[in-house]
């Protein structure tokens, strides 16, 4: 079972849908990140929780909606998107918050029409 | 406000010949610096890192080379397989700043190692 698992890996949604995207690890870590990629771009931090706090929301917008209900999963609740949010979302965690390395998923290829 | 630069969004390497991946960054209170690894259809995976109180930290075929007063940080792979063809991207972080919880990114590098 691989460390950080990401469910679905694929999805398209209309811009007035609603959908969820699961990140669950099995490594025992206390941090859990959301990072959006985008084409040609870097990766761009989105949301950090910190046993099961949320310590950072980078600006944003409010039609994406974290959730952590416990050290193990996250929660990236998506709502009236976009066309532009089309992107790859990747789910990461680390021991703790700060330096150190980061623990990927395969990422959620999202496609909003 | 792009921190860590990764100006070459491609690479194309011989097998068996060396390949160089540069990363520049201009955040002066990084002090830690990670490279990463990703297949297509999979999340990138962490390759090696460096304290920036080395300049340099060698892992099998991979070398990382740390030059502070450039602000400059390269990966070396030799000999390189075409199993290493990926996206590498440079990464960074402020280990001293405790409400620092953002590790900033490069846009990645494209290596392609013909067989």
């Known amino acids: 079972e691989t460390g950080v698992t990401q469910t679905p890996r694929h999805l398209v949604m209309g811009m007035t849908n609603k959908k969820s995207l699961k990140c669950e690890q099995h490594?025992?870590?206390?941090?859990m990140y959301w990072y959006k990629q985008s084409a040609k771009k870097p990766l761009e931090l989105m949301f950090v929780y910190s046993l099961e706090e949320r310590v950072e929301n980078n600006s944003v917008p409010s039609r994406f909606s974290p959730e952590c209900p416990n050290s193990s999963h996250l929660f990236l609740h998506l709502h009236t998107l976009q066309p532009e949010d089309s992107a790859l979302y990747l789910c990461?965690?680390?021991?703790?918050?700060?330096?150190?390395?980061?623990?990927f998923g395969e990422g959620s290829r999202l496609t909003v029409l | 406000d792009q921190q860590v630069k990764q100006n070459s969004p491609s690479l194309s390497v011989q097998e068996g010949r060396i390949s160089i991946l540069n990363c520049d960054y201009t955040?002066?209170?990084?002090?830690?610096f990670l490279w990463y690894k990703k297949y297509p259809a999979e999340g990138p995976t962490f390759l090696i890192s460096?304290?920036?109180?080395?300049d340099k930290n060698e892992d099998g075929r991979f070398t990382v080379f740390l030059n502070k007063s450039a602000k400059h940080l390269s990966l070396h792979i030799v000999p390189s397989q075409p199993g290493d063809s990926a996206v590498y991207f440079c990464?960074?972080?402020?280990?001293?700043?405790?409400?620092?919880?953002?590790?900033?990114f490069g846009a990645g590098t494209r290596l392609t190692v013909k067989p």
């Open positions: 460096i304290s920036s109180i080395k």
């Open positions: 990461a965690s680390s021991q703790q918050t700060g330096a150190g390395e980061l623990f």
């Open positions: 955040n002066s209170m990084f002090d830690y």
């Open positions: 990464a960074a972080s402020d280990s001293t700043d405790i409400n620092n919880n953002d590790m900033r």
């Open positions: 490594l025992g870590h206390n941090a």
